[in-house]
């Protein structure tokens, strides 16, 4: 079983930045595709970005690309996404994810049912 605990999150004024960090425990997930996920308001969970399991493969939604990175550090067990240029439209409590499956190809995944693993979230909201 593999515990994950994101942190990071907080209130960030239009334009700033916010660095989120998802924690593994349990057991290693260096060699599972990981993501980030966030749901606003009303709206139901989406991809943010996706990342393969060495972290050379990634996906960025198009609301993100361009202002968002999404990387690993598998001697760490950590999921990072950092995020720039924020503005309001970005609030939402994010969500990091991995695969129970395990296997060196160079995918990433872009839905819920495709990950095991979730961590319990964390809120960021963008002032404007």
């Known amino acids: 079983q593999v515990q994950l605990v994101e942190s990071g999150g907080g209130l960030v004024q239009a334009g700033g930045s916010v660095r989120l960090s998802c924690a593994a425990s349990?057991?290693?997930?260096?060699?599972?595709?990981m993501g980030w996920f966030r749901q606003a308001p009303d709206r139901e969970r989406a991809i943010v970005a996706g990342i393969s399991w060495s972290g050379g493969t990634t996906y960025y939604a198009d609301s993100v690309k361009g202002r968002f990175t999404i990387s690993r550090d598998n001697a760490k067990n950590t999921l990072y996404l950092q995020m720039n240029s924020l503005n309001p439209e970005d609030t939402a409590v994010y969500y990091c994810?991995?695969?129970?499956?395990?296997?060196?190809?160079?995918?990433?995944?872009?839905?819920?049912?495709?990950?095991?693993?979730w961590g319990q979230g964390t809120q960021v909201t963008v002032s404007s």
């Open positions: 994810a991995a695969r129970r499956t395990t296997g060196f190809s160079g995918r990433y995944y872009l839905n819920e049912y495709e990950y095991d693993y």
């Open positions: 349990g057991r290693t997930v260096s060699a599972s595709a």
